[in-house]
């Protein structure tokens, strides 16, 4: 049995709510119908503040704190909302769909790609950045999954789903900075991986069309969320 | 191993260095040790032994003195130094002993300006002690405050020395360390951890390499006193690979103080126990973030997690964890030493004691030295550094490595201090202080530090790994002759983006060579952009078409 | 008053944004009675002229010519509006982007082709990537998607023409 939290009242963008002291600013945010855009966070995933786009500003601190990451306090004064805060966002976008090859168009997620619907709803009808038009692979060679690193956005998504829901620890990360790369096991093809289940969990979580199941076409990409905070509620536990 | 016993040891050492009438100190710290310093101990004592002067005359292996551009150094009877040493020159240098006229390499009086300007606190022993003997380092009265803090002293009343010295962390954001020990020491109960961030990363920089290389045993003093104050029973040094030698004088330093009862369980028959473990870091600037720091002793990937919770409060092992820089932990004793006060009376207002700067470009003498804070750039530049070679005209110092900026020579008489150098829009930083004239581009130089930060990126947050690859590609255009002023607004914009939407320090502070030198500088981006021209000469324009 | 005039273009694109274009049906012939379309692959214009009001251009510039050409139209164009994913993100056309032009050619003209043949001097030189329309010229607006809908592309023609700025609210894709 989860013990007793107590409760703490803070301000969120000039409201008053109320959280319990173990959630997040996300958290308290969203139960109290504030939306604040995010891509790395998955409810039911432990946090990694990645994608930087639901930093928001509290008053006192010196620097923007990612809402995902960022525990309640009592008294806190948060602005989700701000003109700062929403330029920061759209670059953040902007940033994204200049670094791999994102062409919507084509997309097995075309329509049902959270990077492709940000980008809508914060207003980036151009990207004013260069595109880097990388060389990347596409891994096919699991039966049932397709991996295209050319649309992911490193969120890890996939593989804190992996990990923390399957406990396959299939995927993983190597290289660094722009070199970054989603790889399975030890960076060998997906087909031949000894430790993959082929749950497709990674297939669900996936914000974008950077792993889908085999076989589908632009557009047809479906994604199925609500299987994980069912998982977590059932091991009676908050991630 | 009791005080007493600590005191035997250390007068019987002394004994046997009375014994001899000349010293002979060969630097072997990496930078001789790398111009065959080796060599020129093996040759002092084959020819010692061929004079029979073996009972007179004591060569030794000490760390590092400071002068690293002009070895190998030997240290003759704390008069002179002998620079550039060759080893066949060892038959020479040793019958000049004492002779008023020196020979053997080019000697240095100890009043050359390279020394004067210095206060050692930190390096009072390098260059003095042999690293590698735990006695040597006893001798000079090691060990001593460790056994009286555990002993003496409750944790409470060894951080109100620290609290009372001023000493901020020597890691670079200068946090003062008896807060931050005091807020370990408050952390509930349970296993607690000290790490020693000696991952020292930034281009350059190489004063915590010298201490560990150098006085180990002052290190590791300051991290068992740091567990006994914070509660902490285990300690880790994280300590990059590629400093070989550090690691190999730490290990033996460690299994000295192990064998000796130094280290390990109930040190000085107190109930105080402390391990220390050294761990390796691979070869990447942003582990030197503590979070990443931690999660690589953990075994983890190496990427920084979003602060708060801090490591004080969630450490390694998700326990309450100190960390701190090498050069921090090494400030320790000399303050229980001589009390906290003592330090807060030397350097500044708000920057106490005394700093180790990697000094290094365009000034006469590259090297390792330590001066009190609130110095100014002038003064170091003039002083300890010689001025600028060549005759050119100085330009700006770098200081802080790819988190620091330039300034420029209308701030030199900035004093050097946390808060002035942020100011005038550099951070202290680690200690790199990178001089430079005429010749240098200060948008070649604001590329070369974007660049080690995109190569550097972890690539966990977007503003930062994709962000410093643009800021890179805008600054490459104006290198060769391609940009336009659009590209500059683009740049001013970006750098805005990663210093306050980026995860951790590395993105933070990666435009800050670029705003400082365009704070300072810009009629130079302006002259890369509107006229196509390089003022220094140094890119070439048009290249890039 | 002489009615505003209006040029649509057609570089590195499938010409699915003039299908859309097209598609306006017969809002078309209300829109000709407010402006005059001066040149379009749509009308017999061989030079683009010297002072338009409204140029829709349609695909990414691909080619030295594609390039020289947009500079000329925005020297000669006062409101410059980039069509479709193309124009704006460069789309499709980006496929080629990641490899050497030299190797796209041979794998077009030598190894794929049944009749090897070589792009003689009168084929415009392939730029070593297709780039959306803005980063060789500034844009006015941008109509993202693949195509933009006839609806969309009609409010965009029916605000300008008004004199207004239109509200584009589209996803890519
Ligand atoms: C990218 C990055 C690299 C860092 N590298 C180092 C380093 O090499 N050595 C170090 O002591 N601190 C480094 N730091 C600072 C540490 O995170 C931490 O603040 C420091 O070790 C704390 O010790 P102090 O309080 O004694 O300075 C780095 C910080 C960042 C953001
Ligand atoms: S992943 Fe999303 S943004 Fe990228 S191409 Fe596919 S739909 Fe577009
Ligand atoms: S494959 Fe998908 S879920 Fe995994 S890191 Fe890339 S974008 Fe995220
Ligand atoms: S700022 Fe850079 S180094 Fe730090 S977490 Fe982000 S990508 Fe990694
Ligand atoms: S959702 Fe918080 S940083 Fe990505």
Redo the contacts with the bound molecule.
């Keep these: 049995m989860a013990t007793e939290r107590r409760v703490k009242t803070l301000i969120i963008d000039g409201r008053d709510v109320a959280g319990r002291e173990d959630q997040t600013i996300l958290e308290a945010a969203r139960e109290h119908g504030i939306w604040i855009p995010t891509l790395c966070h998955l409810e039911g995933l432990t946090n990694v503040g990645a994608c930087r786009l639901c930093l928001v500003e509290v008053k006192g601190m010196g620097k923007l704190l990612s809402a995902c990451t960022t525990t309640i306090w009592e008294g806190m004064e948060v602005t989700t909302h701000s003109e700062r805060l929403h330029r920061y966002r759209r670059s953040i976008i902007e940033l994204f769909l200049a670094e791999r090859n994102h062409i919507c168009a084509v997309c097995v997620a075309n329509r049902r790609c959270q990077l492709q619907a940000l980008a809508l709803e914060l207003g980036v009808d151009h990207v004013r950045y260069p595109y880097l038009y990388p060389r990347f692979g596409i891994d096919a060679t699991h039966d049932l999954f397709v991996?295209d690193h050319n649309?992911?956005?490193?969120?890890?998504?996939?593989?804190r789903a992996c990990s923390e829901i399957e406990g396959a620890n299939t995927?993983g990360m190597m290289r660094r900075g722009i070199h970054n790369r989603?790889i399975t096991d030890l960076n060998q093809p997906w087909g031949e991986s000894p430790t993959c289940t082929s749950c497709g969990k990674?297939v669900n979580?996936?914000?974008?069309g950077?792993?889908s199941q085999k076989g589908l076409s632009v557009i047809e990409g479906r994604k199925e969320h609500k299987f994980l905070p069912y998982l977590t509620m059932m091991r009676g536990a908050r991630p | 191993m009791t005080r007493d016993e600590l005191k035997k040891i250390g007068e019987a050492e002394q004994e046997r260095i009375r014994k001899y009438r000349h010293q002979v100190h060969v630097c072997m710290a990496s930078g001789c040790h790398a111009l065959r310093s080796d060599k020129v101990r093996t040759g002092l004592q084959a020819e010692a032994k061929k004079q029979g002067r073996e009972g007179e005359v004591l060569v030794k292996r000490v760390g590092c003195l400071g002068l690293c551009s002009r070895g190998p150094l030997v240290l003759e009877d704390q008069s002179r130094i002998h620079t550039g040493v060759a080893p066949e020159e060892a038959g020479t240098l040793l019958r000049s002993l004492g002779e008023p006229e020196a020979a053997g390499g080019e000697p240095l009086p100890l009043d050359h300006p390279f020394f004067k300007g210095q206060r050692k606190i930190v390096m009072e022993h390098s260059g003095a002690i042999d690293p590698e003997r735990i006695e040597e380092y006893i001798a000079v009265g090691g060990y001593e405050q460790m056994l009286a803090a555990i002993i003496d002293m409750a944790p409470e009343a060894v951080i109100d020395q620290v609290t009372r010295s001023g000493l901020r962390g020597r890691g670079g954001a200068g946090y003062p360390t008896g807060l931050k020990w005091s807020t370990v020491a408050k952390a509930g109960g349970g296993d607690k951890y000290v790490i020693c961030n000696a991952d020292e990363g930034d281009p350059g920089a190489f004063m915590d390499r010298s201490v560990m290389e150098s006085t180990p045993h002052q290190l590791i003093e300051g991290m068992i006193i740091a567990g006994y104050a914070v509660g902490a029973n285990h300690g880790v040094i994280y300590v990059r690979a590629e400093y070989p030698l550090a690691i190999a004088r730490l290990e033996k330093a460690i299994g000295q103080a192990e064998k000796m009862g130094l280290l390990g369980r109930n040190i000085g028959a107190t109930r105080f126990s402390f391990d220390l473990q050294l761990r390796y870091g691979a070869g990447a600037f942003v582990t030197g973030e503590e979070t990443a720091l931690i999660a690589s002793v953990e075994g983890r990937r190496g990427t920084p997690r979003s602060r708060p919770p801090y490591p004080a409060e969630r450490g390694l092992w998700g326990r309450p964890t100190l960390i701190n820089n090498v050069e921090t932990l090494a400030n320790v004793v000399p303050i229980l030493k001589n009390g906290g006060d003592w330090y807060a009376g030397i350097g500044a207002e708000k920057s106490r004691g005394t700093k180790v700067f990697a000094l290094v470009g365009r000034v006469n003498n590259v090297g390792l030295i330590e001066v009190p804070l609130g110095i100014t750039l002038r003064e170091i530049i003039e002083g300890p550094g010689g001025g600028i070679p060549g005759g050119r005209k100085f330009k700006a110092v770098q200081t802080g490595g790819p988190s620091g900026g330039c300034i420029p020579e209308a701030s030199l008489d900035l004093p050097v201090d946390y808060e002035s150098l942020v100011q005038a829009g550099s951070i202290m930083g680690s200690g790199g202080m990178i001089v430079m004239d005429e010749t240098s581009c200060m948008v070649d130089v604001a590329k070369y530090f974007m660049q080690f930060c995109m190569s550097e990126s972890c690539g966990k947050c977007i503003p930062c790994r994709v962000g410093t690859v643009q800021m890179h590609h805008l600054l490459e255009k104006m290198t060769t002759g391609s940009a336009t002023g659009r590209d500059l607004e683009m740049l001013e914009e970006l750098c805005d983006l990663a210093r306050h939407a980026s995860l951790c320090g590395l993105g933070q502070s990666a435009p800050n060579p670029v705003l400082s030198t365009l704070r300072y500088f810009r009629d130079e981006y302006l002259a890369h952009i509107d006229e196509k021209r390089c003022p220094a000469g140094v890119c070439t324009m048009g290249a890039g078409g | 008053m002489s009615k505003p005039k209006v040029a649509t273009v057609w570089l590195d694109g499938c010409s699915g944004c003039h299908m859309s274009f097209l598609d306006m049906d017969e809002r078309l012939l209300a829109l000709a009675d407010r402006m005059e379309l001066v040149y379009s692959p749509l009308v017999d214009a061989k030079e683009y002229p010297p002072a338009v009001d409204i140029a829709l251009v349609e695909g990414a510039v691909g080619n030295e010519e594609q390039a020289r050409f947009v500079r000329l139209m925005r020297e000669r164009t006062r409101t410059f509006v980039s069509l479709g994913d193309c124009a704006v993100t460069s789309n499709i056309l980006a496929y080629r982007n990641p490899f050497p032009v030299a190797a796209i050619i041979e794998r077009v003209f030598a190894e794929t082709a049944e009749a090897p043949v070589q792009p003689g001097p009168e084929v415009p030189a392939l730029l070593p990537e297709a780039r959306p329309v803005h980063e060789v010229i500034p844009v006015d607006f941008f109509v993202p998607g693949c195509p933009p809908s006839a609806d969309l592309i009609h409010h965009v023609l029916d605000e300008l023409l008004a004199g207004r700025q239109p509200a584009i609210k589209n996803r890519f894709g």
Excluded: E, G
């Design positions: 991996l649309r992911c956005i490193l969120c890890t998504r996939c593989i995927l989603v990674c979580v996936c914000p974008v950077a792993i």
